[in-house]
């Protein structure tokens, strides 16, 4: 058996997997598990940011695929599983300041897909100021590609060609796509 930080982690992470095969089923259960451990502790170990991020980043995305008609469950019932891991990740970064940006990030695509752009724009740059502020360009870059996608013209040249310097200097690829695409 998994402690729930482990669990976390594995749950999270292997939904973003699932997610990004396209096997939305095991990315719903792997979801599921993860949040319901997300909901039965407290953050107690800054360790499990990534796998609280990609539970809420697989729900979002799920949410999305099932109003387009991919659906695992009812579009209602994702909806409410997303914002209940947005109020876990908000948990989590106000007793992890670290995590600000992950929030902010995945704020700011619930509220783009909830069809709030101005709102979704300042949650993106809120990202992006967190993962500075707290020197993490991985976070930075990937809040920068988000600006870049919905940003005005201007602003989306700049947010890109920031995205592109920040990977650029980690070693990395841009990525293709984003996985609510």
């Known amino acids: 058996m998994t402690d729930s930080l482990g669990g ?19 990315a719903w259960q792997a979801a599921r598990a993860g949040l ?22 697989t729900l979002i995305a799920l949410w999305v695929h099932a109003r387009e008609g991919v659906a695992v469950d009812r579009a209602d019932v994702l909806e409410r599983e997303a914002r209940r891991a947005l109020g876990r990740l908000a948990l989590f970064a106000r007793i992890f300041p670290i995590g600000a940006s992950r929030w902010q990030l ?29 020197g993490m360009p991985l976070d930075e870059a990937m809040a920068c590609l988000e600006l870049s ?18 990977l ?14």
Do not use: C, M, W
């Open 8 to 26: 976390i982690e594995l749950h999270g992470l292997n939904a973003l997997a699932h997610l990004r095969t396209r096997q939305y089923e095991q």
């Open 106 to 134: 995945h704020q700011g695509s619930y509220l783009q897909a909830a069809g709030k752009p101005a709102q979704a724009l300042a949650s993106f740059e809120k990202s992006a100021a967190a993962a500075a502020g707290h």
């Open 36 to 57: 319901q451990l997300l909901r039965d502790t407290r953050p107690v170990s800054f360790t499990t940011l990534t796998g609280t991020a990609g539970v809420t980043e």
């Open 149 to 166: 996608r919905h940003g005005t013209q201007s602003a989306a040249t700049v947010a890109h060609a920031r995205a592109a310097a920040l």
């Open 168 to 181: 650029e200097s980690l070693g990395l690829p841009e990525p293709a796509s984003n996985t609510l695409d």
